[in-house]
């Protein structure tokens, strides 16, 4: 696209406001699907007389399907936009979560429900690509720290499916029946908000002789990069340090402190709204001091916070250490997805490479602390969080703000290359990104 149409691509796209708020819709609605799916994992439990392990594997299903939408989310995202992202992200998620409480509530089986999962999960894994690109980019037309409100919005979201599923786990309401109801809603208000989406991929603020030239890049480019890889393990930290929580906090209470499934419903509404307290309350703090402090105070509080839910015995004190944990836990993600989206060139494809490892997270954790819980006990199982949560801390300096230079030509980062520069050695001399 020449410089022209650009800009008035940018000239004819709807206003900052409008796409921020319309952004902010598509995070709570997608915290409200996954939410519904986390707070009836008791009740699923329950109906396939399942073993914590059986439970671990039954979430890698949607891991499984969530890698597997990150891998498409960069492709679809930098050819269609993610606005089209959204929309086919949209339909997997009803789709996906809609016949796995049917499958629950029909007593399909284990093997029915892992396969609803894959597409519940395709579908949340190409809408937090596609929903984290085009925030970064309404971030930056706004000129301050917001990603940390989308991503508090998603807690929201959260809030708002955790609760009525603990409500819906006392008064025994059929799976189906409110996977049906929430499933519907979710799809038609993404495909309702996503009107107000600009497109992202062809979007300057301030287009200047020096303005990030917006070529493709190779597929498989921004793996070369280092920073790549060290907001990666920020991301997977702090990705196990929220996933765990939601995968296993439930159950945690219950086999661990003795709750009741109502109980354990509640608990974790109790760390989902100490992640949205968080994530409200930490944009001011990162815009004032940095990323890179503001992480490493996290991991520090999320330690604390999971050591006294796991080696304090008395249950008030241990809900005070899930408070600590979901607000250590709160900022990781967003501020990984702001750093990995700073140059809007490789913003597509280095979010979605970013996410894809921090996912890594919530494929390969529900096995591992299901395995490490059916031998040694849920809350000693979420040990194996602290070394994730530690080595997030010490990469945290890879997240640090990028200044203006970094993101002009010349000034990318080394062993990024363009699609153009991989395939003619002649464009070298002129490339934007390739060193």
């Not at 409200?32 to 109906?47: C, K, M, Q």
């Not at 399942?50 to 979430?59: K, P, Q, R």
């Amino acid at each position: 696209m020449t410089t022209a149409s650009a800009t008035r691509t940018t000239r004819s796209a709807p206003s900052t406001t409008a796409w921020r708020n319309a952004v902010f819709v598509v995070f709570t609605l997608s915290g409200l699907a996954i939410a519904t799916w986390l707070g009836r994992i008791p009740s699923v439990r329950d109906e396939l007389d399942a073993s914590t392990f059986e439970m671990g594997l039954l979430v890698v299903g949607m891991s499984v399907g969530s890698i597997a939408g990150l891998t498409f989310a960069g492709h679809i995202v930098g050819r269609l936009g993610a606005k089209r992202g959204v929309q086919i992200a949209a339909v997997c998620l009803a789709l996906g979560l809609v016949m796995a409480g049917v499958a629950v509530t029909a007593g399909w089986g284990f093997a029915a429900i892992w396969v609803c999962l894959i597409a519940f999960g395709f579908g949340n894994g190409l809408c937090d690509v596609s929903m984290n690109v085009t925030g970064a980019t309404a971030e930056r037309l706004g000129g301050r720290t917001i990603m940390p409100l989308f991503h508090a919005t998603f807690s929201l979201g959260t809030l708002a499916g955790a609760g009525p599923g603990a409500l819906a786990e006392r008064l025994a309401v059929p799976v189906a029946l409110h996977f049906i109801v929430i499933g519907v809603l979710t799809c038609v208000s993404m495909g309702t908000a996503v009107r107000w989406f600009g497109d992202e991929r062809f979007t300057d603020p301030e287009p200047t002789d020096t303005s990030p030239v917006q070529l493709p890049v190779s597929r498989w480019a921004v793996w070369k990069s280092p920073s790549t890889l060290l907001i990666g393990v920020i991301v997977l930290g702090m990705a196990l340090a929220e996933g765990s929580a939601n995968d296993w906090l439930p159950l945690a209470m219950i086999d661990g402190h003795g709750l009741d499934n109502a109980g354990g419903s509640a608990v974790l509404t109790v760390f989902l709204a100490a992640m949205t307290v968080g994530r409200v309350a930490g944009s001011p703090l990162i815009d004032r001091f940095g990323r890179v402090p503001v992480l490493r105070a996290s991991a520090a509080v999320a330690v604390v916070g999971l050591g006294m839910l796991i080696f304090v015995p008395d249950v008030p004190l241990a809900i005070v250490g899930v408070v600590l944990w979901g607000l250590g836990a709160s900022l990781g993600f967003p501020m990984g997805m702001s750093a990995a989206a700073d140059d809007p060139r490789t913003a597509a494809a280095k979010v979605s490479a970013v996410a894809t490892i921090g996912y890594v997270a919530f494929l390969a954790g529900p096995p591992i602390i299901g395995f490490a819980g059916e031998h040694f006990g849920l809350l000693h199982g979420l040990l194996i969080v602290f070394v994730f949560i530690i080595a997030a801390g010490l990469a945290s300096g890879a997240a640090r703000e990028r200044t203006p230079e970094a993101t002009r030509p010349g000034g990318a980062e080394p062993g990024l290359q363009t699609e153009r520069d991989a395939t003619d050695p002649t464009s070298a001399s002129d490339a934007t990104d390739a060193r």
